[in-house]
């Protein structure tokens, strides 16, 4: 059972950064994709970005150039460098693992869908 637990929300002002951690606990294997996502009230849950088993990565248009996921696999840690934060990135995030076949992989690496590990979120609050 794989097990995932976010850490390094908190609130900053607009322009100011902060970096998400996920630890990892219970792979079987390596061909998980991981990816982040964001749920704000009254919205549905997004995909954010995510990187998947051969390093390929993937971000939402919103946050292209201000975002940054990597993995470090000796640790089994997921990270998201977030920097000019935005008011509009306020949201709980979440961490998620999948086993996302090859196929396609790229049309559904953001998909909430596609993953069924997910972390029980970390709160960022961005204020103008």
């Known amino acids: 059972q794989v097990q995932l637990v976010e850490s390094g929300g908190g609130s900053v002002q607009a322009g100011g950064s902060l970096r998400l951690s996920c630890a990892a606990s219970?792979?079987?294997?390596?061909?998980?994709?991981m990816g982040w996502f964001r749920q704000a009230p009254g919205k549905e849950r997004e995909g954010v970005a995510a990187?998947?088993?051969?390093?390929?990565?993937k971000y939402a248009d919103s946050v292209k150039g201000r975002f940054t996921i990597s993995q470090d696999n000796a640790k089994n840690t997921l990270y998201l460098q977030m920097n000019s934060l935005k008011p509009e990135d306020t949201a709980m995030y979440y961490c998620?693992?999948?086993?996302?076949?090859?196929?396609?992989?790229?049309?559904?690496?953001?998909?909430?869908?596609?993953?069924?590990?997910w972390g029980q979120g970390t709160q960022v609050t961005v204020s103008s």
């Open positions: 219970g792979y079987t294997d390596r061909s998980y994709s």
């Open positions: 998620a693992a999948g086993q996302i076949p090859k196929t396609f992989r790229w049309f559904k690496l953001l998909k909430t869908m596609e993953y069924n590990y």
């Open positions: 990187i998947d088993d051969d390093g390929v990565t």
